[in-house]
């Protein structure tokens, strides 16, 4: 390594890069630099020590010694309060491009003493503060907005304290090998496409005919009203649906030729919108993209795979 | 006392191949006044388990296969009109006994499922506005299919929070099912068994279940699971107080098994799975964690 | 072109955060007990100023109150100097520097937002700290305002934490901000001592600080003196290297009085060429005694020293009439030693001082002088005429009283044949009118006399009551002689009893009245404690200078090295007790936990070590079969102390022997 790159601030600082697992906030990775608030306190004790010496004032040396002690001491505390620190993050749930998304970090104390004041955040935004008893664990959502589709990167957190005085900055870059899907933001004025792509499955379907009562099950947001069971409700048993069957099933092919003239984007939020509604109204439906097919089917698996596709469309996987 | 758990074990063990750790978790879950879901494909021996713990224990057994028609009158029972004494005569359905085993729960409509569930929580049945109190001890044991199957009604999570706790049985290992292939089946087997406890004794194991000691080292602990299952971003609900309880009284019958008059941390660690496996649910994927990953997650806690 | 819309996001900026109001009040109760001192030395003015501005940031604080305006502000700052300008027509010096940074920080206070405005007043108070120390140097002083800086940490980290007080950390908070003060000690220790003194002042100080000192001047008017008499402020302090001498041997020599107008005394004019010529060398009758003096600052440029001084201190001037002089005032704490002889001869007059010594207003007091003259015409020696003059106040009715009567007209006159009722001074002034009136050379010295032994701390203690003026007589046998004329009154006329005593002993714990003795001990006890412990500390903290930091190095064995090796030695001592203190915190065992858990720790630990795993989730019984699989030696003796943990932590029959068995068993185990 040449010296250059040695001296490489941004190097020096990010060392490691992404990583995986639970970090521990070692020596190594604790940077520690004076606030401006400690350096106009430097200034202060400097103006002290210059009183005491014109004074020849004892107790203002005196006062002067302690304050400066004082200072070298909350120095050693403010990096105590790093050290050892162990971090871990989980990947953010996927959302939708445009909404927030939170990325959970786990810090644990190991040692036993308190940790007041810790701030986690991204550079240069506000950041969120935790306290964490001795051998204490603690969660904290980091919020992240979703600005496009596919998958980020978490990118480098900043942890760091000001702890106890305020007169010293220690803090550690986190490179958190964790990565955010994004799913297309679903948009687009095209409705679910209708009989065309319907067809007649013969396996029957699961209470989206109807033609006979096959039973009910509770209420989801989004149910007909006319298939509420008002009954039920009467007798205050809740909300439950009436599911009735038939022997026709809706599956629907959602597919990149059905929207020809449109741009990429707007395309792959157009699918999405319809992987929503497909989804929202419970009916089994496939995918066909550019390099990706997926089979008719249902559920939450199969919802978030479908996305997922769509998300990382044009990206590498 | 610990004696007669062996002799129960022994008696349950040797009807049911190689699921010692089941049949311990079922015991507790009955000395602990908890009721029990057993989750698994048909023929893996759940309603031979329960059969057995009926026999063994000494208690008044009844067996309700829940289906898509059946009405909750069915399960209760009902008043019917008697032409000789003019009068309505209650006629009492399979709830009321002392072990219920209730057979693929998940078939039935929930109207059936809430009737059976609420007779459950409050130990006792209302009809035609007349309140009659189940007896006691009351074990209700409800298998499930995996609820993928078609043609079913799974149990809301509101439901499954009455049951204390939720097992598999699995598969039997090479050695068990061996055994099982080449003599005689457990149905057999079940004829042959004799009461190990009458009522009052197994009532009397039920209190010295709730005698067995709890430290504050120990009340820590537990409400640092609880409070993680609140807090981990891995699960979209936490544990209720009443699930904490729940595992603290099934932690305690575990102890009493194990033949301890005391609470290990272990002993929470054995019944965290089967306690809050069907109650937390995962935040990614929406559905439960199976028991190692649940354990798994709640390592995270420390013992204190 | 719309460049100046382009708005950079807001970047984040931690100190730009508001101040918690948590934080805001801990340190409106910090700034108050700061400003507290200085406001009882300032106008009332700038006392109402301040502290409404405290109260009413007070109430903004709890009823949220919106901001002044800067207008508001400016204008308040600008009213505000001029005030002060007005108070002192000056901004710059002591006094008015200490009000302005009084008022600046009150109106820092209006305009407080964020953490960085509250972080500058926290500041600020640390330096107003400091200039309270410039008053006043007490341990007192020093205890009260050493609670202070505690509070002022403590603020800080209250502001830094910023949680607005939802953790009720507050006992937390104060127990961190005393650590981290107690941690600074060892360090505090090592600057104070090896930092080197500079001597200052780095630039010229205005002495304009108004508050008056006790002590001697160099003038004395009759009546002066018995004003210091009822003051029990301390004068200084002396040890002595060896014996204390007898207390009619204690005469701590001040300012010499040669003129007068009949009524006042005083030295000579500054001017006076006198004043120039150094004190000539003189026959010792006996060996020299040293002593080391800790001298209150008077803001006078005298050294008190026995009679005579053979070895001056530095810096300091031994004038012709043997009064010693430092080259500046003294307005600090100031210690030095001296060499005296206590009996002396010196025979060496000169016209001029004789002169001096003869010099009496035409007209005054003319009683006085016939009687003088009449004893002149008895007397056949100078000698004899000083009897002369004793006798007459020994056998006439003659009272020493701190109460005299005043005196108008012709003092000296009035005192020697009506009132006869007076302090030392009465008694000096008269003594040397009558004998320059008889033509004998005369002068009267003021000073101290006698002084109070502290056997804590082994030193004579001199309060301002021990003032003392007493007269010197030019003898031709034998030179200056000390007359006291007060010491023939018999005791039978001396009014006071503390009076009584000052001639007589050192100790003045010879009591009046016997019922009261073990309190009035008791009492003295405690005072002479009290005041050693201030002794001490005047010794080693107030006045810790070069010379005392000198004396300590080379007692140290450090005496002859450079500053650059002494800087040298510092820095690494720093360097060694921050590595420790390091070591200590970011290693800090597990202390906070109870002892049965950090012997099972211990034990965990310790298999550990040979493979058995520790995660921390691990209970007992799991760790415990682990333990025995992997150590199938010491199956037993892992499955009994394991087996002792778990009745220990988990069943309820546990008692302190179980578990001081269990804790020695964990240490006596190796594996």
């Known amino acids: 390594m040449s010296l250059s790159s040695r001296l490489n601030l941004a190097r020096f600082f990010n060392a490691k890069g992404a990583e995986a697992g639970t970090l521990t906030l070692t020596q190594r990775r604790i940077f520690i630099l004076p606030t401006r608030a400690g350096v106009s306190f430097g200034m202060i004790l400097l103006a002290m020590f210059l009183a005491a010496i014109n004074y020849n004032n004892s107790l203002a040396y005196l006062l002067t010694f302690l304050l400066t002690s004082v200072t070298i001491v909350s120095m050693l505390h403010c990096y105590r309060n790093l050290q050892g620190l162990q971090l871990r993050a989980r990947t953010p749930q996927a959302v939708f491009a445009g909404e927030t998304q939170k990325l959970p970090i786990h810090l644990y104390n190991p040692s036993s003493q308190r940790r007041l004041a810790i701030k986690l955040g991204w550079p240069k935004q506000p950041p969120q503060q935790v306290d964490l008893d001795p051998q204490q664990g603690k969660w904290v959502n980091l919020e992240l907005p979703a600005l496009s589709r596919g998958r980020h990167p978490v990118g480098q957190i900043t942890l760091y304290t000001r702890f106890p005085l305020g007169f010293f900055h220690a803090w550690s870059y986190l490179h958190f090998e964790v990565s955010a899907l994004v799913y297309p933001k679903p948009s687009g004025i095209r409705r679910l496409p209708e009989e065309p792509f319907q067809q007649q499955g013969s396996e029957g379907d699961r209470g989206r005919g109807s033609d006979d009562f096959i039973g009910q099950r509770p209420y989801h947001p989004g149910d007909s009203l006319h298939h509420l069971n008002w009954k039920a409700l009467a007798r205050e048993r809740g909300l439950l649906t009436k599911q009735f069957g038939g022997d026709r099933s809706d599956e629907l092919n959602i597919s990149w030729q059905m929207l020809a003239e449109q741009t990429t984007e707007a395309k792959i939020s157009q699918l999405c919108r319809w992987v929503v509604e497909a989804e929202q109204s419970h009916l089994r439906y496939g995918l066909e993209i550019p390099g990706a097919h997926i089979p008719i089917g249902q559920g939450q698996q199969h919802y978030e795979q479908s996305l997922t596709a769509l998300a990382l469309y044009g990206q590498k996987p | ?304 | 072109m719309s460049w100046w819309r382009k708005q950079k996001p807001k970047r984040y900026q931690e100190d730009q955060r508001t101040a918690p109001v948590n934080g805001v009040i801990w340190l409106l109760a910090a700034l108050l007990l700061v400003i507290l001192p200085h406001l009882l030395r300032q106008p009332g003015w700038v006392v109402a100023t301040c502290l409404a501005i405290l109260t009413w940031r007070l109430f903004k604080e709890f009823k949220g109150w919106a901001l002044p305006r800067t207008v508001f502000r400016l204008l308040l700052a600008v009213t505000l100097l001029a005030g002060t300008y007005f108070q002192y027509r000056t901004l710059n010096g002591l006094d008015a520097g200490t009000t302005l940074l009084t008022l600046m920080l009150s109106l820092k206070l209006i305009e407080l937002r964020t953490l960085r405005d509250a972080m500058i007043v926290i500041l600020l108070g640390y330096f107003l700290v400091l200039s309270g120390f410039l008053y006043d140097q007490s341990i007192l002083s020093g205890l009260y305002l050493l609670s202070v800086v505690l509070l002022l940490t403590t603020s800080l980290l209250v502001l830094n934490h910023s949680d607005e007080g939802q953790s009720q950390a507050k006992k937390e908070y104060f127990k961190r901000a005393t650590a981290i003060l107690l941690q600074a000690l060892p360090l505090v220790l090592i600057l104070f001592i090896l930092v080197p003194r500079i001597p200052g002042p780095l630039w010229a100080l205005p002495n304009n600080s108004s508050s008056g000192t006790t002590g001697l001047s160099d003038k004395m008017s009759i009546g002066d003196i018995t004003r210091l008499a009822d003051s029990d402020a301390v004068a200084f302090r002396v040890n002595f290297t060896g014996e204390i001498p007898a207390a009619d041997k204690l005469y701590w020599r001040g300012p010499i009085l040669w003129q007068t107008d009949g009524r006042n005394w005083s030295t000579l004019n500054r001017a006076d060429p006198f004043n120039a010529l150094t004190a000539p060398p003189f026959t010792h009758l006996s060996e020299a005694i040293e002593y080391s003096v800790t001298l209150l600052p008077h803001k006078q440029r005298w050294l008190f020293a026995l009679d005579l001084v053979v070895e001056q201190p530095e810096q300091s001037f031994l004038r012709r009439d043997f009064q010693l002089l430092h080259k500046d005032k003294i307005n600090e704490l100031y210690r030095y030693t001296v060499r005296s002889v206590l009996d002396y001869k010196n025979s060496q007059l000169l016209p001029q001082e004789r002169k001096k010594a003869l010099q009496l207003p035409a007209n005054s007091n003319p009683q006085t002088r016939a009687l003088a003259q009449q004893w002149r015409q008895q007397a056949s020696s100078d000698q004899q005429l000083v009897t002369l003059a004793l006798n007459y106040f020994q056998y006439q009715p003659f009272y020493y009283s701190r109460t005299p009567p005043a005196l108008r007209g012709e003092p000296i006159d009035q005192f020697l044949f009506s009132a006869k009722k007076g302090f030392c001074e009465h008694y000096a002034a008269a003594f040397v009118t009558l004998m320059r009136g008889a033509g004998v050379p005369a002068r009267v010295v003021t000073g101290y006399q006698g002084g109070e032994y502290s056997e804590l701390g082994d030193y004579l203690l001199v309060r301002q009551s021990d003032a003392h003026a007493w007269a010197e007589v030019w003898l031709q046998e034998s030179g200056w002689v000390r007359v006291d004329p007060t010491r023939v009154i018999p005791p039978d006329r001396i009014e006071a009893y503390e009076d009584l005593q000052r001639f007589t002993d050192t100790r003045n714990d010879k009591l009046f009245n016997p019922d009261t003795r073990w309190l009035h001990s008791a009492w003295l006890q405690t005072q002479r404690g009290w005041d050693a412990v201030n002794h001490q500390w005047s010794q080693w903290v107030v006045g810790f200078d070069q010379q005392q930091q000198q004396r300590l190095l080379e007692r140290l064995g450090l005496g002859n090295l450079n500053i650059f090796a002494l800087v040298g030695i510092m820095v690494l001592l720093i360097l060694a007790l921050l590595a420790t203190l390091s070591l200590y915190l970011l290693y800090q065992r597990q202390k906070q936990r109870e002892p049965l858990q950090q012997a099972y720790q211990t034990l965990c630990q310790r298999l550990a070590k040979r493979g058995v795993d520790n995660a921390p989730w691990l209970g007992p019984k799991q760790r415990c079969q682990q333990a025995m699989r992997k150590l199938p030696k010491q199956r037993q003796e892992i499955k009994s102390l394991f087996n002792h943990y778990i009745q220990l932590r988990y069943t309820k029959n546990q008692t302190a022997d179980a578990q001081r068995a269990f804790i020695q068993a964990v240490k006596r185990f190796r594996c």
């Open chain 2, 1 to 304: 006392m610990h004696a007669t758990i062996q002799i129960i074990l022994q008696q349950l063990n040797s009807v049911i191949l190689g699921k010692e750790v089941q049949l311990k978790l079922a015991l507790a879950c009955l000395l602990a006044r908890g009721h029990l879901l057993i989750e698994d494909i048909p023929g893996v021996g759940k309603t031979t388990l329960s059969h057995a713990l009926a026999t063994t224990l000494g208690l008044k057994y009844s067996r309700i296969q829940f289906t898509s028609d059946l009405l909750p009158a069915d399960i209760l029972g009902s008043a019917i009109y008697e032409r000789q004494s003019g009068e309505f005569h209650f006629h009492a359905g399979p709830v009321f006994s002392q072990l219920v085993l209730a057979d693929e729960i998940n078939r039935a409509t929930p109207k059936t499922q809430s009737a059976l569930l609420e007779a459950m929580e409050e130990q006792q049945v209302s009809i035609e506005g007349e309140t009659r109190p189940l007896p006691d001890p009351f074990f209700v044991i409800a298998t499930q299919n995996p609820s993928f199957q078609v043609g079913t009604f799974p149990l809301p999570e509101s439901q499954l929070d009455r049951f204390l706790m939720r097992i598999q049985l699995g598969y039997p290992d090479a050695v068990a099912e061996r055994r099982l292939l080449s003599g005689n089946s457990g149905r057999e087997l079940l004829s042959k068994l004799s009461a190990v406890t009458t009522t009052p004794q197994l009532l009397a194991l039920q209190q010295q279940v709730s005698q067995v000691q709890c430290t504050d080292a120990l009340i820590d602990y537990l409400q640092a699971l609880l409070h993680f299952s609140r807090e981990a971003p891995y699960f979209s609900n936490g544990l209720s107080p009443r699930s904490g309880l729940g595992l603290l009284q099934a932690a305690k019958a575990w102890a009493f098994i194990e033949g301890r008059d005391y609470l290990l941390p272990e002993d929470l660690q054995q019944l965290l799975p089967h306690v809050a496996g069907h109650r937390l649910v995962s935040q990614e994927v929406g559905e439960h964690y199976n028991s190692e990953a649940l354990l798994k997650l709640f390592q995270e806690v420390p013992v204190s």
